[in-house]
Structures are given as C-alpha cells and as structure tokens.
C-alpha cells in the first residue's frame, strides 16, 4: 500500500469515529418520575420529534425522552398541588435550530384518568390506553389515538393527518384543516368532525345512541357500516355528489327533502344514532360493510 | 390541475380518454365531470344520426311474398316495391342524405368542442383555479403568516394553504346563505367555516409567540 493512501485511509476512519462520538454524545436520554394528583393534567409542549403517550398504573407520570442537540432541553414543572404537570422542550440562546436539533422524542406513561394536552409543530403524536380526556393539538404531525374509554377526545390540526381508533363512550370533538380524518370503531355521545379540504373516512356502527355529525368544505366523507347500525342518516352536498350502498327506509317526515344525487335521508334498524353528513364540494358516500 | 387546464385538453380526452391526472380532476370537480357526461351523450346522440344500411333485397321480396300469399296486395303495387328493389341506387349502402347529416352532425359536434364555455358556480371555479393564481390574503391574513414564518418557518406554507382553503369555504357558505338565508345545512357550514378560521388564527397566534 502506498503512503499516501494509508494517511487517507486513517484519516477517513478517524474523521468518521469523531462523528460518531459526536453524534453519541448529542444525544441524550433522561427519565423523569413527576408526581401527578389523581384525575391531573399532563401537558407536553414541543416542536419537532415525536411525543407517545401511553396509559399506566401507578401515580406518577413517567417521561423518558430523547434530545439531539445541546440547543434544547426540557423543561418541566409542576403545579403545587400536583393537579398539572407540564413537559415543555426549550430552546437555548436565541440561535434559530435547524430541524434536527429541535427533535425531542417522548415517551411518557400516565395514571389512569389523567387527562392529557399534547401541542406540537411537526411532531407526530400517539396517544393510547387511556381512560382521561386528550386534547392534541399540531400544524403537520400526524395525529394518532386508540383504544380510549369514556373520555373526551379533542383534537385541532391544520394539515395533521389524524387518526382515531377504538374509541368507546368518547365525546370526540376533531376540527382539521387540510389533514384526513379516519375513524375506526369510534362511538359515543357525540362524535364531531370539521374539515376544510381534508377527507373524512369512518367505518363502524355509530353506535351508543349519540350524535355524529361530519362535515367538510371540498374533502371527501366515506362512511362505512355494518348493517347492524341503528341510524337516522341524512346527507346532504351543496355541489358534491351524494351516493348510498346501505340499506335505508325512507323516513315519514324527514327534516328537508331529499334530492336524488346531492342528498339523501333514512333510517335503517331503529335510528338510535343521529347521523348528519354535510359537505359544500366534496362528494359523500354511504355503504355497507 | 384545474378547470381551464382541463377543458383545454378535453376534445383529446374525449377522443382518446384521460391522463391519469385528467382522471384525478374529473373525479374531484363536478363541473367538468357533468360537462364530460353532457358531452359523451352528444357524440352518443350524433352517431344515431349516422346514414343507415337499407335492407337487402331479399327482405324486400320476402315482404312482397307474405303480403301476396295473404291478398293484401294487388300484383301492380308489388310490382313496383319489387323494382325499387333492383334499382342501382339503392344498392349502394350509403345514401346522400346519410352522408350530409352525418357530416353536419360531426361539425356541429367539433363545434361544440371548440366552442362550449361552461358556466361553473362561483364558488366551484373560485377553489379549482386556487392554484393555477392564488388570490390575494386578507391584511390580517397575511400579518398572522409573517408572524408564522418568523418562528417557524417549516409550517408557515401548512397555514398559508389552509388560510386559503377557509377563506373559500368561508366565501362558498356565505354565498349559499345569501341564496338561502332558511337554509339550515347552509349556515352549519358558514358556522364550521368561520370554526376552522378561528382555530387556524388561535394555533398559528401561539405558533407565532416567543
């Protein structure tokens, strides 16, 4: 092997090792253990990253989480009775952070029946296995809940995709921009959903009695379900197609009268569930499962 | 893609069948797709008008021969439809008259083509040709984006696009609850539209703060 080529060969590797190390040492992992009052708030503010909230036992709130960069750092703080906790990531100095220096990732574990507040830029958020009430808030990250019991669901976004998952007894409240909404298995008292241009998909039984009510300026609502569904469907578009594949009985004294092609109305079972479908541009669409 | 892009191409569509992206609009605008339908029912009407074979001479013969063999007709009538028959005229397949309305037919179709101008709705037009020339944003609008970009800037165009997203939905509700001030469906989506602006000027108001 010639000189030259060896000195290179070093040089590659050591400049690659210091990387690394570098690259190591930016990166750091901390568990915090925050105590948390029955029936108590966590709140989690951050940019970028990810933020995972799961359901657990216990009464504390368990938060372990990832930095990249010697830029940021989280901050956490605690109300005096315990009744809210926050998580909040913080940039040091006044130096703009390029997007890999802002990523904070969470994982955080809490007792059941605390509510939960997530608000983040770009950052996805998963919430699951809990029995408090969520409210999630983010411009783009994808927005992700299941497996939520008897609680309220809120969630905002402005080109966040969400999606909503065995969710039982929820109040769920989502006002989304431009992002999709999918619904899988979601009942309860009230489920809402408003979009701009984003699409609404729903499949399962709108079951429980309550009230479902989606609509959208120029997206598309897609609801699929079972032939078990006890609903009182009516659908109606400004400019969009309306199309129905589920059985319905035409109702005795329906609220508006329907126009072949841009709304329909019926009943089918015995109607517990209100269900109202409204879209400005967007077509809608109704089939059986 | 958009409304006028669309119609510049849509003698090709109509002749060959569409892009997938010409697809893609026609599923997502009503306009265009009832434009398209109106269209496909024209060139499927104008074929009808296309001349049509006349019968073979046998069939003439075989008519001549039921109505002789039940004393319908008299032997100087039969002998007349018999010879039309023969006739080298109508032994040609096409006649002249076919050939005129069916030429007609296809010109007052190109015509059609290169002339139609739909009226779409306004508030349909205004949000497909968003993207080909954005309007531009309300003052306040555009005050809370340069509040967005200054402390983040990789949202910034998620706001932008939804800002312009509401304001059409904003606009088409309005214009429907002018059109109908009892409609109650229409002033739910007047209602959910001014929700949304709300909810974009409350995320990208803390979005903007220090």
């Not at chain 1, 992002?179 to 959903?193: F, L, P």
Request: with cysteine; charged share 15%; hydrophobic share 40%.
């Amino acid at each position: 092997m010639k000189p030259y080529a060896f000195v290179a060969g070093v040089g590659v590797i050591s400049v690659l090792a210091l990387g690394t190390v570098q690259a190591v040492a930016a990166d750091t992992r901390k568990e915090l253990r925050l105590d948390i009052a029955p029936g108590g708030t966590v709140n989690v503010v951050s940019s970028s990253g990810s933020v995972t909230v799961h359901g657990g036992a216990g009464h504390q709130v368990v938060a372990i989480y990832t930095t990249h960069s010697s830029k940021v750092e989280v901050d956490q703080s605690a109300t005096p009775d315990k009744g809210r906790v926050e998580l909040r990531t913080h940039a040091l100095g006044d130096q703009p952070l390029t997007g890999d220096e802002a990523k904070v990732e969470y994982e955080i574990t809490v007792p059941a029946g605390a509510s939960v507040t997530v608000s983040t830029a770009t950052a996805p958020i998963t919430v699951e296995g809990l029995t408090g009430d969520v409210m999630l808030e983010s411009d783009k990250g994808q927005i992700v809940v299941r497996n939520v019991a008897r609680a309220h669901v809120h969630v905002r976004g402005v080109a966040a995709p969400v999606s909503l998952a065995d969710i039982v007894n929820g109040h769920v409240e989502v006002t989304s921009s431009g992002g999709a909404v999918q619904m899988v298995n979601v009942s309860g008292s009230k489920v809402s959903v408003g979009t701009a241009s984003g699409n609404i998909t729903y499949r399962g039984d709108c079951s429980g009695g309550g009230s479902y009510a989606f609509t959208t300026h120029s997206g598309a609502i897609d609801v699929t379900l079972p032939e078990t569904a006890s609903v009182d469907l009516t659908a109606r578009s400004v400019n969009g197609a309306v199309q129905n594949d589920f059985p319905l009985e035409a109702k005795a004294h329906p609220s508006f009268v329907p126009k072949s092609g841009s709304s329909f109305a019926g009943t089918s079972n015995s109607g517990l569930s209100s269900v109202e479908l409204q879209s400005f541009s967007g077509r809608i669409r109704v089939k059986k499962q | 893609m958009n409304c006028q892009q669309f119609q510049e191409v849509l003698p090709y569509t109509i002749e060959s069948g569409g892009s997938a992206e010409e697809e893609e609009h026609l599923r997502t605008c009503p306009a265009c797709a009832a434009l398209v339908e109106d269209l496909r029912y024209i060139a499927t009407q104008a074929k009808l008008l296309l001349p049509m074979h006349d019968p073979s001479p046998r069939v003439w013969t075989g008519i001549e021969q039921a109505l002789r063999h039940q004393g319908l007709t008299q032997e100087g009538r039969l002998s007349l439809m018999g010879q039309t028959a023969v006739l080298p005229a109508q032994i040609r397949s096409w006649t002249p008259v076919g050939w005129v309305m069916a030429g007609a037919a296809l010109m007052a179709f190109s015509a059609l083509l290169i002339m139609y101008r739909p009226q779409l709705p306004q508030a349909s037009s205004s949000a497909q040709n968003m993207s080909a020339q954005p309007a531009p944003l309300p003052a306040d609008d555009q005050q809370l984006l340069r509040g967005v970009s200054q402390r983040a800037p990789d949202v910034s165009g998620a706001y932008e696009d939804s800002l312009r997203e509401v304001n059409v939905y904003i606009n088409d509700a309005e214009q429907a609850v002018a059109k109908d001030p009892q409609d109650a469906a229409a002033r739910e989506q007047l209602l959910e539209a001014y929700q949304q602006k709300e909810m974009l000027y409350q995320m990208a108001t803390a979005r903007s703060l220090p």
